[in-house]
Nanobody, 123 residues
Framework: QVQLVESGGGLVQAGGSLRLSCAAS????????MGWFRQAPGQGRGVVAT????????YYADSVKGRFTISRDSAKNAVYLQMNSLTPEDTAVYYC????????????????WGQGTQVTVSS
C-alpha cells in the first residue's frame, strides 16, 4: 500500500504561481512512477504531468507545457508540481497518483490516488 497526501492548493490570481506537493508513505517510493492529474467541475480526470521512477522521463499535457514542471525527491518521498502563469482554465482539483507501470499513468490509470487539492485561479 502507498498513501499519498497532496498539499499546496489554494486561490491565486491569473498569472500567479503555486507549488503542489505530494507526500508518499508506505511501500518504497522509488518503485513508482508518479503523476499529477486534474478534474474540473463536470469533466473527467485527466493527466497533467508524469515522471518515471528515476526522473529521467517526463510528460506534460499540451495545455501546461512550458508553464508547469514536475519533479520528484526520493530522499523526501515526494513529488512536486510547480505551476506558473496560471489561468482560470487551470482551476480544478489536482490529484497525485502512483503506478509501478509508467505508461499506465499516461492513460490516467493509477494504483494509488491522493485525496486531491483544490486549485482556483481567479481572473
Amino acid at each position: 500500500q502507498v498513501q499519498l497526501v497532496e498539499s499546496g492548493g489554494g486561490l491565486v490570481q491569473a498569472g500567479g504561481s503555486l507549488r503542489l506537493s505530494c507526500a508518499a508513505s508506505g511501500r518504497t517510493f522509488s518503485y513508482y512512477a508518479m503523476g499529477w492529474f486534474r478534474q474540473a467541475p463536470g469533466q473527467g480526470r485527466g493527466v497533467v504531468a508524469t515522471i518515471n521512477q528515476d526522473g529521467g522521463t517526463r510528460y506534460y499535457a499540451d495545455s501546461v507545457k512550458g508553464r508547469f514542471t514536475i519533479s520528484r525527491d526520493s530522499a523526501k518521498n515526494a513529488v512536486y508540481l510547480q505551476m506558473n502563469s496560471l489561468t482560470p482554465e487551470d482551476t480544478a482539483v489536482y490529484y497525485c497518483g502512483a503506478n509501478d507501470y509508467y505508461n499506465d499513468l499516461l492513460r490516467s490509470r493509477a494504483d494509488y490516488w491522493g485525496q486531491g487539492t483544490q486549485v482556483t485561479v481567479s481572473s
